[in-house]
């Protein structure tokens, strides 16, 4: 099997993320920023519009130490997107509970005649890109294992004419992959972003993506691009931000790679397409694992992050 690049850090160094830095500042900032009134939820928020992009690089997986990072549900929830899951139920069958509130506490989508029932999410994300903005996740994985890049490769879950069907418009919703020489860089675009609670999982999330399908066609890890237009922290989640800089950042040694289950080797390239696509659709959170992130001494903050549906 082909091997790719590194997509860890040096095992025998410990260094604080470049991410979680820039994390932490952003959060910082926004304190910083004015409170405007959200219109959706109705709540204040301190927003800041088009922050500086995040820039993912191989060596750095993006996941917290002044908080933990869950990134086993972050990486699930990307799973349910590239196979156009529409229930919370299935989502939570990968290893996610994300979508719950969304599919059933949402008082507008509980109200929606396109609801079908207990867990019904719609049409959202993933099953918007695979079905009505394009190209498919399967389109774009075959044209990158072909090495064919047309500047378009881009899998999108924007399409005005199906919010009225689905009980939430995506926030990061647009993914576009491009090949230069051998090596697969990612741009990932949100529209919104909750940066206490969702950015933490977009992160990985962006992350993963294209470690996964660098994994699964044999190219090389360039970068990942997250621009992010509408950042803001909700009011009521100050007094746990506030919490979250004053913890101190870890330094940490962590390695992110997925794993046969079969033999307990690490699988580092799928040979042939079509054993790509079978992957995707039959992994599960099982098949990777965060080596040395379980061992750090995270603390678990005493403010609870609220959640707005």
């Known amino acids: 099997m082909q091997n790719i690049s590194p997509t860890t850090t040096n095992a025998n160094i410990l260094q604080i993320g470049k991410t979680?830095?820039?994390?932490?500042?952003l959060l910082k900032d926004l304190l910083d920023a004015p409170l405007v009134r959200n219109e959706r939820t109705g709540t204040a928020c301190h927003t800041i519009i088009n922050p500086q992009s995040f820039t993912?690089?191989?060596d750095d997986f993006p996941a917290l130490t002044i908080r933990r990072s869950y990134w086993k549900s972050a990486v699930a929830e990307m799973l349910g997107y590239i196979r156009g899951y529409t229930s919370a139920k299935d989502f939570r069958e990968l290893g996610t509970k994300t979508w719950d509130a969304n599919a059933n506490q949402n008082p507008a989508w509980l109200a929606n005649p396109h609801r079908a029932g207990v867990d019904d999410m719609g049409l959202v994300y993933g099953a918007v890109g695979n079905s009505f903005t394009g190209l498919s996740f399967t389109d774009i994985m075959r044209a990158i294992h072909a090495?064919?890049?047309n500047r378009g490769l881009i899998w999108s879950f924007w399409?005005?004419?199906v919010f009225d069907k689905g009980c939430l418009r995506p926030c990061m919703y647009s993914h576009q992959f491009s090949i230069v020489n051998g090596t697969l860089y990612l741009t990932s675009t949100q529209r919104?972003?909750?940066?206490?609670?969702?950015l933490t999982f977009n992160m990985i999330q962006c992350w993963f993506l294209l470690y996964l399908v660098c994994t699964?066609?044999?190219l090389k890890f360039g970068h990942?691009?997250?621009n992010i237009v509408n950042a803001h922290i909700y009011e009521n989640q100050v007094d746990a931000v506030r919490e979250m800089i004053a913890n101190p950042l870890l330094p940490r040694s962590i390695k992110f790679q997925h794993v046969d289950r079969m033999t307990g080797r690490v699988r580092m390239g799928v040979e042939d397409v079509d054993s790509a696509l079978l992957f995707l659709n039959s992994c599960d959170v099982n098949d990777f694992e965060l080596l040395g992130y379980d061992t750090l001494d995270i603390p678990v903050l005493k403010n609870k992050i609220p959640f707005s549906v």
Do not use: I, K, W
Request: with cysteine.
């Open 159 to 161: 399409n005005p004419d």
């Open 192 to 198: 919104s972003c909750d940066v206490p609670l969702g």
């Open 224 to 226: 990942a691009r997250h």
């Open 56 to 58: 993912y690089t191989a």
């Open 216 to 218: 699964l066609t044999g």
């Open 20 to 25: 979680e830095q820039q994390y932490v500042q």
């Open 147 to 149: 090495r064919q890049d």
